[in-house]
């Protein structure tokens, strides 16, 4: 029998409603829902994505267990049993030799976001990592040290503002990120329309860049000078709407900025000091809005820059208003349910690194399990997470994982990491399992809730994720989880949540229950300092501002160019490598170098370069294009699936390279444990020069 299923896509961040088309178990169509008030029929090539998830032979459906190099499926009960037993043996050997590494799709998630710290709990291990260490943890940081809650996110009000500027992000690819804003391109011609600007800062010409009104390029991880000298000429002047009276400490912050010179600072990043000043005026006049997203994040001074980004909002007048930052309202309201957050309440064993919101750097997994001694990780358990291609010095990473003593790996495939692994469980496929946007639609450009129950009915034998979290803790702890369901869970939350909804209301409303825009003048009754204000002159930012120095000259001068990442609309981290959809067409992973770098270099467009830094090599083809600025160089992240052992055989035919095989894993923003991924010094080469 025909149906056509609402859903929510829970692939990136948008959340965008689909109309999902089923003839008994087989998936005919995926196309936007209309009637979406978030998404309003947007979609893009990922939704469709869902159904070769969904139908791939190469994706596991019973739990696997590898012995040697040769793979044989088990049962969920031999499975919970052996692994139980083993991480048993390992804690009474060491209790503090465990560890947990949570991966991206966590975030999309609901069931697991409810349940991972019952695993956590079960281990007793402090030793937390995930994916948030290499993405945005420095704007985490700074939403604690300005608002008091590391979740307390301010949004861009794109549809109300006039002038947008981004800075280090790319939502024509990633649809909004810690920013749920889908149909972003809609939504751009819609703010020039009424006479409105967008304008893009970043190192690369982006697919966000070719639609703005103006593009202007950054030496890359040099963000820190560019935003210390916009914020100075903000200070200068009078914003049209006053300062609020819950702000404090930006004349500590204006003295602070006193030693730095506008013109050096804008010749260290490479912006020219009249558009420096023309952005200043366009963010006092308003309403305006500044967006930093992973460009910021992934830097030496990411958390300064997150900080800064928000000072700039701040003193520019543009903080909790229409048009400028915005503070949503959500139907459930994750304040309520997640701590605030706190930094330093321990540290890692071998480099010293502070915990941060409970965790540890992602970065320092590898030194965690090579370094002899008490505590050295003998087991790790991945929760849909694949560290080898998204964490720094990957190749590391990889061959650290081959001596653990245990490895289980929550996924659905035989990926670059779990390859790795002694088990692999794998949850439900995608449509098999029901959704709600938990993190995502708090901060969304528009507040709704959206319920999405399974669009098919799970396989016989198969587990929820959620289910696998709860059956290790039990088989660890020998007692079984006993909670409410993640969906009973969810009821209550929406239930006690500021517009008292139940589940029963939202699922009634299958394309959402829509609330409006967010609201201004919301954050006064939302912040969680301890004095309700917004303290600005955070002490260890204003150190760490203390501290900067500003390079007299700029960075590639001695002949090595500096390395940043990117991302296209057909690919998310690892996730889609073995969608045949998404990969089909142009090869993706490829070098993007600026002609003059190229012909210095002898590189020409098509060919294979060589990339070298401190941690590795790899080869891939060049792509010449004015749309790099010269010095600069950009390689795409969540490729690299030709390792041996990976069982994909679509994205074997479309391996790749890993970016994460030339970042430095020693580079680490030490506010907030971030990896610094952007800036790092590479040599590039013909492949010819390489080899001879």
């Excluded at 056509?4 to 692939?11: E, K, P, S």
């Excluded at 190469?58 to 267990?65: C, F, H, I, Q, S």
């Excluded at 010409?205 to 009104?213: I, K, L």
């Excluded at 000429?233 to 930006?250: E, K, M, S, W, Y």
Aim: hydrophobic share 40%.
């Amino acid at each position: 029998m025909r149906r056509i299923h609402h859903r929510t896509c829970h692939i990136c961040e948008a959340n965008c409603g689909i109309l999902v088309e089923t003839e008994d178990r087989a998936v005919l169509s995926i196309k936007g829902d209309p009637d979406n008030p978030l998404s309003r029929g947007h979609i893009c090539p990922k939704a469709t994505a869902l159904q070769d998830l969904q139908e791939d032979p190469d994706r596991l459906r019973r739990p696997v267990k590898r012995v040697g190099e040769t793979w044989h499926e088990i049962s969920w009960q031999q499975a919970f049993a052996e692994i139980g037993q083993r991480t048993r043996a390992i804690l009474a050997e060491d209790p503090d030799a465990s560890a947990v590494y949570i991966g991206n799709p966590n975030a999309h998630s609901y069931g697991n976001a409810l349940n991972a710290e019952y695993l956590s709990k079960a281990l007793h291990t402090r030793n937390k990592f995930s994916a948030s260490t290499v993405d945005q943890m420095p704007h985490q940081v700074a939403n604690l040290r300005l608002f008091g809650h590391a979740s307390l996110f301010g949004i861009p009000d794109i549809d109300r503002t006039q002038t947008l500027i981004i800075l280090g992000g790319n939502p024509m690819a990633s649809n909004g990120s810690i920013w749920t804003v889908p149909d972003f391109r809609n939504r751009a011609r819609e703010l020039r329309q009424r006479g409105g600007t967008l304008i893009v800062v970043d190192p690369r010409r982006t697919e966000t860049a070719r639609v703005a009104d103006r593009h202007l390029f950054i030496r890359p991880a040099t963000d820190a000078f560019f935003l210390v000298a916009l914020l100075k000429a903000v200070l200068a002047r009078r914003p049209a709407r006053p300062v609020q009276d819950f702000i404090t400490g930006l004349a500590d912050v204006a003295a602070a900025l006193e030693r730095f010179d506008a013109a050096a600072c804008g010749a260290a990043c490479g912006v020219a000091a009249e558009d420096i000043d023309g952005l200043a005026e366009r963010m006092t006049q308003g309403p305006a809005v500044l967006y930093g997203r992973m460009g910021v994040a992934t830097q030496a001074h990411g958390t300064l820059n997150a900080w800064l980004i928000g000072l700039i909002n701040i003193a520019a007048g543009q903080l909790d208003r229409e048009g400028g930052i915005v503070f949503p309202l959500p139907a459930l309201d994750t304040l309520a349910i997640l701590p605030p957050g706190s930094i330093g309440k321990h540290r890692s064993r071998v480099s010293g690194h502070r915990s941060v919101l409970g965790e540890l750097p992602a970065a320092a997994m590898a030194e965690e399990i090579e370094t002899p001694g008490p505590g050295r990780l003998r087991a790790l358990f991945v929760v849909a997470g694949n560290p080898v291609l998204s964490t720094p010095n990957g190749a590391r990473l990889d061959k650290a994982l081959s001596e653990l003593d245990l490895m289980v790996s929550i996924d659905m495939y035989r990926n670059a990491t779990s390859r790795r692994a002694h088990y692999i469980l794998p949850p439900v496929g995608p449509l098999e399992r029901d959704h709600y946007g938990l993190f995502l639609l708090p901060m969304a450009v528009r507040t709704i809730a959206a319920y999405s129950p399974p669009t098919l009915a799970p396989e016989d034998g198969t587990l929820q994720d959620w289910e696998i979290l709860r059956g290790l803790a039990g088989a660890i702890t020998g007692e079984p989880v006993q909670a409410p369901t993640p969906r009973e869970t969810l009821d209550a939350l929406l239930r006690s949540g500021p517009y008292a909804v139940s589940l029963a209301d939202v699922e009634a409303a299958p394309s959402g229950l829509d609330f409006g825009p967010p609201a201004e003048g919301r954050l006064p009754e939302r912040l969680r300092t301890p004095d309700k204000t917004v303290a600005c002159a955070d002490p260890e930012c204003l150190e760490a501002l203390a501290a900067l120095e500003v390079p007299e000259t700029s960075a590639g001068h001695d002949g090595a160019l500096l390395l940043i990442g990117r991302r296209h609309l057909r690919t998310n981290n690892s996730w889609l490598a073995n969608s045949r959809r998404m990969t089909k067409g142009p090869n993706r992973c490829t070098l993007m170098i600026h002609p003059d770098d190229a012909t210095a270099r002898g590189i020409v467009d098509g060919e294979t370069a060589t990339v070298r830094s401190r941690a590795g090599s790899i080869t891939l083809p060049a792509e010449v294009t004015e749309d790099i600025m010269p010095g600069t160089v950009s390689i795409p992240h969540g490729w690299g699936h030709g390792l041996p052992g990976i069982a994909m055989q679509t994205a074997k035919a479309y391996a790749g390279v890993s970016v994460n095989d030339l970042t430095d894993e020693t580079a680490i923003d030490p506010l907030s444990g971030n990896a610094a991924l952007s800036g790092v010094r590479v040599e590039v080469s013909a492949f010819e020069e390489a080899t001879a």
